[in-house]
């Protein structure tokens, strides 16, 4: 038996080539992560780059919406103002009309009742206007009736 042992000793699997062995697979298996480590580290380091340009592309649309919103304001504060003005405007237009309302109101009473008399006037003129017509109407009936008694009588007088 020990003699077995010292052969495997001897063996070309002995133990310090296998821990060689290992030794130099986790070198190429560190190597193999290190790789990987500096693939993903660039990686990153792109998505950093990604990252800051987003962040730069945010700021300059931020700074643009508040520009906007800036100019919005004041866009709104300009139509507030003019609102305002056209709302002094519309009051002062009122009052206006208000005054002059007074100022004509005599004016179109005394006009409002000529205008009543006026119609009242019509009205008996077109009363007499029908009676005078239908008087019209009775005299030349009347004269017809006398006409035709004229030439009656003539006919008469000339058959006699």
Known sequence: MSEDKTQKLTDA???EERVLDALAALNTRMASFENELSGVKNHLASFENELLGVKDHLASFEDKLNARMA???NQLSTVKDHLMSL???LTSLEEKVDVRLRETRPIWEGVNARLTAIEDL???LNIKFGVFAEEMAKMR???ER???RVVALEDEHRAS
């Open 122 to 124: 019509l009205d008996n």
């Open 146 to 148: 006398m006409r035709r």
């Open 71 to 73: 100019s919005f304001e």
């Open 87 to 89: 709302g002094l405007r």
């Open 141 to 143: 009936g009347e004269h």
């Open 13 to 15: 699997n002995s133990f």
